[in-house]
């Protein structure tokens, strides 16, 4: 009895998606251009004419196709943790937010935490957090969908050994400011952001 041979695989699709036809703006900061864009995984394999097909098929014609943009002044803190889509930053193809210019949401003492609770408007959520390596395993953990970076906010550092009042720390306080910073660094942050015209940045000493 013979038997027909089977039929090969058909073989995959070189692309996962395929972006065609849009202006190409690649972030040299040259001038937009037409082309395709292939993506297969997570990266982008090919720019230009592209041939063949993508499992996906988009038509950006009359559409601009860019890299994400990079939000350097990111106060989505609040509200990545209640809701982590994003929405309002994606749809402006923003896809990194960088947060902490002057403060930022920790590190926290039990008064600052108690305080923020206290002080959640329309956006509510549990702060389970006091240092920045919490808060980003709390992001993670929910799932968002931009990329985070943060900074220290100086004014959270200050409050967290001052409070807010107007005095100046003693030695032993800027001591411990300074591991605060230290520890944030060592967790992720990319530095210290400071903001000295909003208060408690700027604190002058009242007259005598």
Partial sequence: M?????????????????IRGGTIYDGSGGSGYPGDVGIKGDRIVAIGTVEGHGKREVDARGMAVAPGFI????????SLPAD???????RQGVTLEVMGEGSSMEPLSPTMRANDLKRQGDIRYPITWTTLGQYLEVLARNGVSPNVASFVGAETVRVHELGEARV????????????????????GA???????????????????
């Fill in 71 to 78: 939000n350097m002044l990111s106060w989505s803190t609040v």
């Fill in 2 to 18: 013979s038997t027909m041979p089977s039929a090969a695989p058909a073989p995959p699709l070189p692309y996962d998606v395929v």
């Fill in 168 to 187: 100046d720390p003693t030695p032993a306080q800027l001591r411990r400011m300074q591991a605060l910073v230290s520890e944030a660094v060592d967790e």
């Fill in 84 to 90: 982590g889509r994003s929405q309002s930053e994606i």
């Fill in 190 to 208: 990319m530095g210290v952001g400071s903001s000295l015209i909003y208060a408690p940045g700027p604190m002058p000493r009242p007259p005598n």
